[in-house]
């Protein structure tokens, strides 16, 4: 050891019992003037070894210029932090030491005094930590996963920028409780207000879903899951958790819910149409089976009057099952569109319906009034001209003895339903459920097959619309309503097209004249 003559009375003894290695330098030529027992068994070189090397010889070569730049700053400062560096022991492993520096004067001239504290497993441990942070960060960014974590003691709100993403935020946007309560949907901030208020009343972990209503007014599901972490007394100072964008899944879901009860109707559907096809076809058969026997034996005797009118009745019978055989083609056609959905005019398709019309309305002598500014609608306008055919074709045929028969097409804005009104017999509000029913005919005795509102109802439902009869009860009369996609253009004229497209008046048919 070298002397310490130098040193201030109490130095030379702290300096060779500290147990943190400890070195005097010489800032003009860098190499050590003293080491202290801890410096050698620290690092592996002996005392004498020291005193023939420079501060750089323990120092990786790319750290050499930080050592000057440090050493020339330093020699300003009485005392000053020196930060972390790198050493290489003898046998060649690297250290990191965190250092401070202090001005002193050693054997008559300016020297500096370095502790330096090995930090290698602090060091060490850090790195881990950030490696350990890193991959969780990628593995929940990748994952979709935005992290939160809230400090219940300051009421500090943290939020990684996957899961301001989530929310619509920008990056780095500071959340408070406040926004988080206000961007989700009302209906479910409820539920999930309790659901944390769980988490942080009984201090086990807990998942809850809600929707969120991003700024750019989009809606997503999210699904929570959070833990509480407790002081020592067990109480809970902060929750933390993990959100999950789930909104696609829940899609998915609800779709596959979708189709599954779609399935389950058309079984149901195809269960019914099975049955009253074979009842229905089943009957004109009989018929015609029955009196072609009749026409034989009537041949036989010749009685020609029989057989006229035997031969007209397998006639009549035939021409049933015809009709019932095209109504059923009709009804199997419908999910394929005759032309791709577009925006068209309500009003022209109505108008179209009422020249095909144009016989059954003059024979009843009935008006028939279609309203000329009704809203535009996206759908197949051969299949819309189609459900005009049949309600106005319905209505007219159940008017009754009404003296003054009138049907109206026309819009409510308040449930955005299309209708076609009359002032007919009416419909028992008992049967209303029946009336779309494939073959179902409340008046046996009229005319058609049954199938035309199954054909109404098919159509409304493959362009995603519903449909429905009001009526209160005989003699009231009834109104068809049904929905339809609005037209995707809103800035068209509503009733544009009504009278160059379809009917040529565009408003109103009266039969009566």
Request: with cysteine.
């Amino acid at each position: 050891m070298t002397a310490h003559s130098a040193f201030e009375p109490r130095l030379p003894e702290l300096f060779d019992t500290h147990p943190v290695p400890m070195w005097v330098y010489d800032p003009a030529t860098l190499r050590y003037l003293a080491v202290n027992p801890a410096m050698v068994a620290v690092h592996g070189y002996s005392e004498a070894e020291f005193l023939t090397m420079s501060l750089a010889d323990l120092l990786p070569p790319e750290d050499v210029p930080r050592l000057h730049a440090h050493v020339a700053r330093a020699r300003e400062q009485p005392h000053c932090q020196a930060g972390r560096w790198r050493h290489r022991r003898k046998d060649g492993t690297l250290l990191v030491v965190e250092a401070t520096s202090s001005a002193l004067t050693y054997a008559g001239r300016p020297a500096r005094l370095v502790m330096a504290v090995d930090v290698t497993d602090r060091v060490r441990a850090e790195q881990a930590m950030r490696v350990s942070e890193e991959r969780m960060r990628l593995a929940t960014r990748f994952a979709g996963l935005g992290v939160w974590d809230w400090d219940l003691t300051t009421g500090r709100l943290v939020w990684d920028d996957t899961l301001r993403e989530l929310y619509g935020f920008p990056p780095g946007f500071p959340v408070t409780y406040r926004e988080w309560a206000d961007a989700v949907h009302p209906d479910d901030l409820p539920a999930a207000e309790a659901a944390l208020g769980r988490v942080i009343a009984d201090a086990h972990p807990g998942a809850y879903e809600f929707r969120v209503r991003r700024p750019d007014d989009t809606t997503r599901h999210v699904r929570s899951a959070c833990g509480a972490v407790t002081d020592p007394d067990g109480a809970v100072v902060r929750v933390v958790g993990l959100d999950l964008d789930v909104t696609d899944p829940r899609r998915a879901a609800d779709e596959r819910e979708r189709l599954i009860r779609k399935l389950e109707e058309q079984n149901a559907e195809l269960e019914r149409f099975v049955y009253t096809v074979s009842h229905d076809l089943k009957s004109p058969l009989i018929t015609i089976k029955g009196f072609l026997g009749h026409l034989g034996a009537a041949a036989r005797s010749g009685n020609w009057a029989r057989f006229d009118a035997d031969l007209t009745r397998v006639g009549r019978a035939a021409e049933k099952m015809r009709q019932l055989l095209d109504d059923l083609l009709a009804l199997s056609r419908v999910g394929r569109a005759a032309d791709p959905p577009r925006d068209v005019s309500v009003a022209a398709a109505a108008g179209e319906a009422l020249q095909q019309l144009a016989g059954p309305v003059a024979a009843r002598g009935a008006a028939v009034v279609v309203q000329p500014d009704l809203p535009r609608a996206h759908a197949d306008p051969a299949r819309l001209t189609e459900v005009f055919v049949n309600l106005i074709g319905n209505a007219v045929k159940f008017l009754g003895a009404q003296p003054e028969p009138r049907v109206e097409v026309g819009f409510r804005p308040a449930d955005r339903a299309y209708y076609v009104k009359d002032n007919g017999i009416g419909i028992d509000p008992s049967y209303h459920g029946r009336v779309f029913a494939l073959f179902e005919r409340l008046d046996p005795k009229a005319e058609g097959t049954g199938v035309g509102l199954a054909i109404v109802k098919r159509i409304i439902e493959v362009h995603g619309g519903r449909v429905w009869v009001e009526s209160a009860g005989a003699g009231s009369g009834a109104a068809f309503c049904f929905t339809l996609p609005p037209a995707r253009q809103q800035d068209a004229t509503p009733g544009d097209g009504a009278a160059g497209e379809g009917h040529p008046s565009g408003a109103t048919t009266d039969g009566r004249q």
